[in-house]
């Protein structure tokens, strides 16, 4: 699979074995299907980001899945383009997020504070060491329910 734009880390090993546990938290384009998706965060398949439960992704798409908007909430599974995506930031403190670069890059770590103002978050590298990033370093994740 040939993955583009800024989901490339997507592809790299050391960040495969991660999404065998966690999904990883994306934003969607107001280009995909007519926007229906845009301010909503969906999730990559466990344990396979290009394989879901509607199957194979096609080459340079990835698997998501979303609760609908519709009473009751049914689980909706797409493929989209990974051009139409990107990493959604956290929101506030104790969710996990991944790091996509630097020395602690691949790591999953808790966010100590989040700055929606600022778009940076701290997070707890050890109990009393911190380290602040830009939102364009990290990317949310959630502990697969399957895993759990």
């Known amino acids: ?12 090993k050391e960040f495969c074995s991660k999404f065998t546990t966690h999904h990883a938290m994306l934003k969607v384009s107001p280009s995909f299907m007519g926007g229906r998706l845009h301010n ?9 980001p290009f394989f879901g439960l509607n199957g194979p992704a096609p080459e340079g798409c ?3 899945f979303c609760s609908s908007n519709t009473a009751g909430a049914a689980i909706q599974h797409y493929h989209i383009p990974a051009t139409d995506l990107s990493p959604a930031p956290p929101r506030k403190r104790n969710q996990q997020c991944i790091v996509l670069d630097g020395s602690h890059r691949s790591s999953i770590f808790n966010v100590a504070k989040c700055s ?9 590298i050890t109990p009393s060491a911190f380290l602040n990033l ?9 502990q697969s329910r399957m895993t759990v």
């Open 1 to 12: 699979y040939l993955v583009l734009g800024p989901l490339a880390w997507l592809m790299n």
């Open 40 to 48: 909503r965060f969906v999730s990559t398949a466990c344990p396979d």
């Open 62 to 64: 990835v698997a998501v």
């Open 116 to 124: 929606l103002k600022k778009n940076t978050v701290d997070i707890a």
């Open 134 to 142: 830009h939102f364009d370093q990290i990317c949310l994740v959630e």
